[in-house]
């Protein structure tokens, strides 16, 4: 079982910056993956950014280049560092964690979300 806490979230102007965190807790060490990922009004959710258990990240295309993911699956927090927001970036934002069981099962985990906000 993994639980998952955010915090961060708010309004913001176009332009502005944001800092969201996630912390994870876990009743048996299995995080693989981290992730925050966003969903807006009538869309899909969609990915913002992920870090795996070696270190690699990786963005989703609309974020790239303004937004940074720091923290690592050892110390089971993941910050996102958001610049330069749009007005499109406006969603529930939600942190992910993907736990592994030995040898192949998969489990998602979601926080309860974030609402950010950007508009003048």
């Known amino acids: 079982q993994v639980q998952l806490a955010e915090s961060g979230g708010g309004l913001v102007q176009p332009g502005g910056s944001l800092r969201l965190s996630c912390a994870a807790t876990e009743d048996t060490p299995c995080i693989s993956v981290m992730a925050w990922y966003r969903q807006a009004p009538e869309k899909e959710r969609e990915l913002v950014a992920r870090?795996?258990?070696?270190?690699?990240?990786n963005y989703g295309d609309s974020v790239k280049g303004r937004f940074t993911v720091s923290g690592d699956i050892a110390s089971k927090t993941l910050d996102l560092q958001m610049s330069s927001l749009k007005p499109e970036d406006t969603a529930v934002y939600y942190c992910y964690a993907l736990c592994t069981i030995w040898p192949d099962h998969e489990y998602d985990y979601w926080g309860q979300g974030t609402q950010v906000t950007v508009s003048s």
């Open positions: 870090i795996r258990s070696t270190g690699s990240t």
